[in-house]
């Protein structure tokens, strides 16, 4: 239900008596391209996700800069009712931000003092919380010609009136709907003209074939849908034209029953002057395409950057950044659109820092690779061909028949986390994670959900003795990594790259192996948030830390800069979890351990003062289960099923979803109806009936009390350790 809460006029009586002159005030979300393209003449706004329609996350900004941040501190905040993952960027038009949320919640608010104008709750179909793999987020919303665009969890796309917050449609953007199609959408529409483009994700589940789409920005009717990998030829012939192509790349006995994956679930850029949009695609499905001895192929257009035209959504170019991909690296890093010097001639470039390790610059006119050098330690490749720019096979890197060290693990060198490029200084500020994996090939298909069948474990995480059960007898760390360079622990990392050399300017070692995107600002700054609470500012050129401020809740998200009334603020969404949060219990070291995860938008200012912190988390004793007379059968029954199906988002720890050992009584003798009925889908639980059954949902509660008596005896109070910086 659409809720709305107006900041102009409180009601038509009030307009009456004593006015309120809405001629002095600009209609609520007036961006067009006209205005995107002259924003540098404003340099107080914010109007898309990246700030400009470049993507490149810079604001122009200088009130704030090197010599005064110091005195930056707290502005005001607004509490959205969360404790997921929170991911996107608020956007600032004509004094109103407007803010996405975890499933598809948008809020307008007061960019001068937080106060709400405005909610919208998109109602979704809970059980697409299901399907999320890697919580239920949302990284970002479009504001266009008066309108909001929202793609919500379970794929619906939402045009929203701007000053109102009023619903003016909905439109269905899957292709197909069900367990057999496990879509969602996380990532935010981009305008193309008069089009809002949209991907969805699913790969990581059976059944979901990568597409990006089309939809009219007016009426939400479909345009064109672009289908990024074959479907089983079994059921006919390709229907584009990119996709017969495309077909004779794919080993003749893939098992198509994992779709084909290459979605697009981020990483969308249009420029309005060539008429195209880019897209990077995800990983390919099944993860492992030489499993049951297939011989594997390049997988078109699998972990790949496309170029599509926006007029008839045809393949104008593509660059394949790793051919045959097996170790889940997505391209679906967003892409920053910049005009380089390149051998003295002026290119129009795309640049992205890839999950595989690699910075490349194309032009994105022709896809031709003009620069692509590794921003972290890479051993997957030997390297990639100077003149054809593909990738060199490392048999070291083939983990079919045995475990593999292998650098960067399925986390990236960079994910989802916004960089950032200055202009000024020539740069880019990239989120690195130097995070190696090992890859292990599970044999036992269905061990997790969906196309979850290669184990990457970090190299902190892996305990062969402790996998031994799972995954049988494991080689030592020692020994798989005798010949790595790679580093033994994972590292975040602030790296500032010259893009055109893959020079390293400067680099900052990160709180955690996994914190926020990037924002540079013309005042000689770079501002990022991390996992432990604390937004952290470093000079642009030479990365000397200046300031950070300490919040109290994990920061994932990029931060923005705008000005009103005179005054420049910092402003940044703070809430733990997406991968990390949702996978299991939230490290010691972040403040989520400590702080309640209360997810808020933080403004900041100069002169402000200490940030409010959220109540420090309390974790009561393990209370007690009730009794079972369940065997030991059962009991095992209920792990296995368990790990298949509740561990990726059900941690047995302190995190962001219950721990489902902690399960009351009243609790247990509701399982069958959570479980089969999904009679908590409103808070994203879906049903499960499809998979399991009530026999399944007796072995799921058995082993939950089994668990919890040993939580009893092991831990019952579950002491928390300091937090570290």
């Not at 929170?86 to 931000?97: A, I």
Request: hydrophobic share 40%.
């Amino acid at each position: 239900m659409t809720r709305t809460v107006f900041g102009y006029c409180a009601a038509l009586l009030l307009l009456t008596v004593v006015g309120c002159h809405r001629a002095s005030t600009p209609p609520a979300g007036q961006v067009d391209a006209a205005r995107l393209a002259a924003i540098a003449s404003e340099p107080g706004e914010w109007l898309a996700a990246g700030r400009d329609g470049e993507g490149t996350y810079h604001s122009p900004l200088r009130e704030i800069n090197a010599t005064n941040v110091s005195t930056l501190g707290y502005a005001w905040q607004y509490n959205l009712n969360t404790r997921r993952g929170l991911e996107s960027t608020p956007l600032v038009v004509d004094g109103t931000m407007y803010v996405s949320a975890p499933f598809g919640h948008v809020y307008a608010l007061d960019a001068k003092n937080g106060a709400l104008r405005w909610h919208y709750d998109p109602e979704i179909d809970g059980q697409y919380g299901r399907y999320a793999c890697c919580d239920a987020v949302n990284r970002g919303l479009a504001v266009w010609k008066g309108r909001v665009y929202i793609a919500a969890l379970d794929g619906y796309l939402h045009a929203i009136d701007a000053a109102t917050g009023h619903r003016l449609f909905k439109v269905d953007t899957l292709p197909a709907r069900g367990p057999q199609h496990p879509y969602t959408i996380t990532g935010a529409p981009v305008m193309a003209g008069d089009a809002v483009i949209i991907g969805a994700a699913g790969a990581d589940f059976d059944g979901a074939p990568g597409y990006v789409g089309a939809w009219d920005a007016t009426t939400g009717q479909a345009r064109w849908r672009f289908y990024t990998v074959p479907r089983d030829p079994k059921d006919g012939p390709q229907t584009q034209a990119h996709l017969q192509r495309a077909l004779p790349s794919w080993d003749a006995r893939h098992d198509w029953s994992a779709g084909g994956g290459g979605t697009v679930w981020d990483g969308i850029s249009y420029d309005p002057a060539l008429g195209l949009v880019y897209v990077g695609t995800g990983n390919g499905a099944p993860y492992d395409i030489q499993k049951d001895g297939r011989t594997g192929g390049d997988d078109l257009y699998a972990a790949s950057i496309l170029a599509i035209r926006v007029q008839d959504g045809s393949l104008a170019w593509y660059y394949q950044a790793t051919p045959g991909d097996a170790w889940d690296y997505d391209n679906t890093q967003k892409f920053i659109l910049a005009n380089l010097d390149i051998d003295g001639h002026p290119r129009k470039v795309l640049m992205q820092a890839a999950k595989n390790g690699f910075l490349y610059v194309l032009d994105r006119a022709t896809g031709e690779v003009l620069a692509a050098h590794n921003y972290v330690y890479v051993d997957w490749t030997l390297g990639l061909d100077p003149i054809t720019h593909r990738p060199r096979p490392n048999p070291a890197a083939q983990y079919t028949h045995t475990p593999r060290f292998i650098a960067p693990g399925m986390a990236g060198g960079h994910n989802w986390q916004p960089m950032s490029y200055s202009p000024t200084t020539g740069l880019v500020y990239i989120p690195a994670l130097e995070a190696p994996m090992v890859y292990v090939e599970s044999n036992q298909k269905g061990l997790l959900e969906g196309a979850f069948d290669v184990f990457g474990i970090f190299p902190e995480d892996y305990d062969p003795a402790g996998l031994k059960a799972l995954l049988g007898p494991l080689p030592s760390l020692d020994h798989l990594a005798k010949n790595s360079q790679a580093t033994h622990r994972s590292i975040g990392l602030l790296r500032a790259v010259e893009p055109k050399t893959g020079r390293v300017a400067w680099e900052s070692v990160g709180a955690t192996s996994w914190d926020g995107g990037v924002l540079s600002t013309a005042g000689n700054l770079v501002l990022q948030g991390d996992a432990t609470g604390h937004l952290n500012v470093y000079t642009a050129d030479h990365g000397q830390r200046l300031a950070s401020l300490d919040i109290g809740t994990g920061i994932l998200a990029a931060p923005m800069t705008y000005r009103i009334d005179g005054v420049q603020y910092v402003a940044v969404l703070a809430g733990y979890g997406g991968a990390t949060g949702v996978a299991g219990v939230f490290p010691p070291q972040t403040a989520a351990a400590h702080f309640e995860n209360q997810g808020r938008v933080i403004a900041f200012r100069l002169g402000g003062g200490a940030t409010p912190k959220p109540p420090v988390v309390v974790v009561p004793p393990m209370p007690t289960p009730p009794a079972s007379t369940a065997d030991a059968a059962t009991i095992d029954k209920g792990g296995a099923l368990y790990q298949k199906y509740c561990a990726r988002c059900h941690a047995m720890g302190y995190g962001m979803l219950p721990d489902l050992r902690r399960l009351t009584p009243e609790k247990h003798a509701l399982l069958a109806d959570i479980v089969l009925k999904g009679v908590f889908s409103a808070r994203g639980m879906g049903r499960f009936d499809d998979v399991l059954n009530a026999k399944d949902v007796a072995a799921l509660s058995a082993y939950f009390i089994a668990e919890a008596k040993k939580a009893q005896t092991a831990d019952p109070h579950r002491a928390m350790p300091a937090l570290a910086h």
